[in-house]
């Protein structure tokens, strides 16, 4: 095995341009919801290589002086694939003076993509955003709702007969009207994935912590390349196999950092 483990953030992406996997036009995912969860010492490293015309897919875009606001504020990002971005001055100038392209999509859906990439699986139906601008110039097809189809499975309805053409017109026209539309989203795999864990052991595996896990497993499956950003490392074997959030053959890099865990919306009681 070799080495995985980097002493910064800016160690663990040193070498990666001269190898060509960070590069200019790349695809990257970067974890995390808000400010929770979020990679804040990769992006910082990521930022500081230079690189250009990224498309970022997370569900966040940051806020102006923090997350991936720091990316956008240098100008190195291109595309946004993203659920929700209001939180961040800077992402709406540049998306208004069309600087910026923006790819939104409902939070669950872009879930739902991200897992699909990992998974191998180009693409999928989903009744989600059908009707709206998300499904513009999208393939809608009819099908019934699965818990309303257990002996078909969306296959056309049968009579007694064995051919289409000899087919229960009665059955079919029954299950069509039954049917609702759906809209079909690819999957996302990116060039890059930059994760935040809680904790590592020395191969790589991770564990996440409470709500900081949001998008973060899914995206560590779901790219060529993918390094973490930790905060405890422990000695390989120390983490039980059934704690093991990722495994370490999906991680390889990873480093200790301390995090700033900023606060996006501080609340606080009246006096």
């Known amino acids: 095995m070799g080495r995985k483990q980097y002493e910064s953030a800016g160690a663990a992406m040193g070498d990666l341009v001269e190898q060509g996997v960070i590069h200019d036009g790349m695809s990257v995912m970067v974890g995390g919801f808000g400010l929770c969860g979020i990679p804040e010492q990769l992006i910082l490293a990521l930022r500081d290589t230079g690189v250009k015309g990224l498309t970022c897919i997370s569900n966040n875009a940051g806020v102006d002086d923090w997350g991936l606001g720091l990316l956008l504020r240098t100008r190195q990002i291109r595309k946004m694939i993203s659920s929700y971005v209001g939180e961040n001055a800077t992402f709406e100038k540049q998306f208004i003076d069309g600087d910026l392209e923006v790819e939104f999509n409902p939070q669950g859906t872009l879930a739902e993509r991200i897992r ?104 560590a499956t779901a790219a060529k390349f993918v390094i973490a950003e ?17 495994p370490g053959s999906y991680v390889d890099r990873f480093v200790q950092t301390e995090s700033e865990k900023r606060i996006e919306q501080r609340t606080t009681r009246k006096g």
């Not at 989203?185 to 935040?196: N, S, Y």
């Not at 930790?230 to 983490?239: A, S, Y």
Request: with cysteine; charged share 25%; glycine share 10%.
């Open 116 to 219: 699909a990439g990992g998974a191998g699986i180009p693409a999928f139906y989903t009744a989600t955003g059908f009707g709206t601008i998300v499904a513009e110039g999208k393939t809608v097809r009819d099908f019934l709702r699965p818990s309303e189809d257990t002996k078909n499975f969306n296959r056309p309805a049968r009579g007694p007969a064995h051919s289409l053409e000899e087919m229960d017109r009665a059955a079919a026209a029954s299950q069509h009207a039954r049917m609702r539309p759906y809209v079909l989203e690819t999957g996302l795999f990116a060039d890059l994935a930059l994760v935040k864990a809680h904790r590592a052991d020395g191969f790589g595996n991770l564990v996440y912590r409470k709500t900081a896990r949001n998008f973060n497993p899914m995206m």
């Open 230 to 246: 930790v905060e405890e490392v422990v000695e390989t074997g120390t983490i039980e196999s059934d704690c093991v959030h990722t």
